[in-house]
C-alpha cells in the first residue's frame, strides 16, 4: 500500500500496509471501524440507505454517518485559523507599511521644493523634475524590497509548519508584495512632485 497521512493533512505520510481485522493482536488499538464510501450523488441521499444496511448487520451497534468534506474541514480548522490570523497580520503590516513609505517619502519631496523652484528657474521642465524624482524614488524603494524580500524569504521557512501545499517562498506573493509597495512609493512622489512643479518658481525658491 502506499503511505497514507492519518492524523493530518500537513504531517508526513505515515508507512501504511494491510493486516485483516481478526488479526490485530491488539483490538484496542481498532476499538471502531470506518466505512469509505464513494459516491456520485450527494453523501447525505445515501446515509439513510447506509444506515439501512449496518441495522441488518447490527442493529445495535452504534453508527455516525459524516462526509469527508466534513472530516477534512475539521482536520484543517486550526490550521486555516492559524493561516488567517497570520493572514490579517499581514494585511496591517504591509498597510502600516505602505503608509510610512508614503508619509517618508512625501515628506522627502516637500523638502526638496526650494531646489525643485531652482532647477525651473533655470529652464526644467515639468516632466524633467518627476523623472529625477520618481528615478530617485525607485532606487530607494527596489534597495528596500530587494533587503526586505530576503529577509521575507529566510522568515518564511520559519512559518513553513503553518502552510500546506504552499511553497514559503511563493513567487506570486512576493511579486504582488513589491508591485504593491514600489505603486505606493511612485504615488508617494508624483503627487507631491506635481504639486510643487505647478508651483510658481519665485514662490518654490522662497519655500522654506
Do not use: W
Not at 171 to 185: G, M, Y
Amino acid at each position: 500500500m502506499d503511505d497514507l497521512k492519518q492524523q493530518a493533512l500537513a504531517k508526513s505520510p505515515d508507512p501504511a500496509i494491510y493486516q485483516p481485522y481478526l488479526q490485530v493482536s491488539h483490538p484496542f488499538f481498532l476499538s471502531h471501524m470506518t466505512f469509505v464510501v464513494r459516491t456520485t450523488t450527494p453523501p447525505e441521499s445515501v446515509a439513510s440507505g447506509m444506515r439501512a444496511i449496518f441495522k441488518n448487520v447490527d442493529k445495535d451497534q452504534p453508527m455516525s454517518i459524516t462526509s469527508m468534506d466534513s472530516v477534512i474541514a475539521t482536520t484543517i480548522a486550526e490550521p486555516q485559523f492559524q493561516a488567517r490570523l497570520l493572514a490579517s497580520f499581514a494585511l496591517i503590516a504591509l498597510a502600516l507599511t505602505i503608509v510610512g513609505v508614503y508619509g517618508v517619502l512625501s515628506y522627502s519631496v516637500v523638502q526638496r521644493t526650494q531646489e525643485i523652484g531652482v532647477r525651473m528657474a533655470l529652464g526644467a521642465q515639468n516632466v524633467d523634475v518627476l523623472r529625477m524624482l520618481l528615478r530617485k524614488a525607485l532606487v530607494l524603494v527596489s534597495a528596500g524590497i530587494v533587503i526586505g524580500g530576503a529577509g521575507s524569504l529566510a522568515f518564511a521557512r520559519v512559518l513553513a509548519k503553518f502552510l500546506f501545499e504552499v511553497k514559503p517562498g511563493d513567487p506570486a506573493t512576493f511579486t504582488a508584495v513589491a508591485l504593491v509597495l514600489a505603486s505606493s512609493a511612485l504615488a508617494a512622489c508624483y503627487i507631491p512632485a506635481r504639486r510643487a512643479t505647478g508651483v510658481d518658481p519665485l514662490v518654490a525658491l522662497r519655500y522654506e
